[in-house]
């Protein structure tokens, strides 16, 4: 059981690059979500899905792009990358937060994705 | 003011003590709160749920309290295994995300 997969793991890029991130989960979970991590702030939410088909922005969305065609992907875009955006990105997916009778509502996170902009 | 707010640390205890951390949350509709452990470089993965009526786990003890809008995380007979970073998470307002904590970080000493 892979839980949730983060391609690619490291990537440097210059600044006006695009990129995109991709995270796969093979747990059949609803939601779906894209933080960035940098020291002394924790972890920030970029943006979220509720389900296929669906995107919302969280926390600080500007200057990313994301989609979810598929349950079990969420790809995270990089329109023209900044030295701000230089952090490492995790990916996470739940069941759904409030849990269920089945569901603790524990996010499983990817192990993550360092990206340098130079 | 941050939604989740944590002391940062660094707290260095010996092997052995018993630490105590607190988080604070400032939405008082949150309903689920999480504290996850973080390794250097390793991605966060969840160490317990925080319920009402708090919740024990071997060395690990969660609590909440509503009054004041904080839960806590005691940690007793401290091993060198448990240095790491703590977070804690606590459900947004629009129940469909976790806002977390800046995270504490721990070293437990020989």
């Known amino acids: 059981n892979a839980g949730v997969t983060q391609t690619p793991k490291f990537r440097v890029l210059k600044t006006g690059q695009s990129m995109t991130l991709l995270c796969a989960q093979d747990?059949?979970?609803?939601?779906m979500y894209w933080y960035r991590q940098d020291p002394g702030m924790g972890l920030r939410l970029i943006h979220y899905?509720?389900?296929?088909?669906?995107?919302a922005k969280g926390e600080v969305p500007d200057g990313y792009n994301v989609s979810r065609l598929k349950k079990q992907n969420f790809l995270l875009g990089l329109e023209s990358a900044a030295p701000s955006q230089t952090s490492v990105y995790f990916c996470?997916?739940?069941?759904?937060?409030?849990?269920?009778?089945?569901?603790?509502?524990?996010?499983?996170f990817g192990e993550g994705s360092r990206l340098t902009v130079l | 003011r941050k939604e989740v707010e944590q002391d940062p640390g660094p707290f260095n205890v010996p092997e052995g003590a018993t630490v105590a951390f607190n988080c604070t949350y400032s939405n008082s509709a949150s309903q689920s709160f999480f504290w996850y452990r973080q390794d250097c470089r390793k991605e966060p993965k969840l160490l317990m749920s925080?319920?009402?009526s708090g919740n024990e786990d071997g060395r690990f003890t969660a609590q909440l309290n509503r009054a004041s809008q904080y839960i806590s995380l005691l940690i007793r007979d401290s091993k060198l295994s448990d240095s790491a970073t703590y977070l804690c998470a606590a459900q947004d307002n629009y129940g469909q995300n976790f806002v977390f904590g800046p995270g504490t970080r721990l070293s437990v000493l020989p």
């Open positions: 996470a997916s739940s069941y759904s937060p409030t849990g269920g009778l089945d569901d603790t509502g524990e996010l499983f």
């Open positions: 747990m059949n979970h609803e939601y």
């Open positions: 925080v319920y009402s």
């Open positions: 899905s509720v389900g296929e088909g669906t995107t």
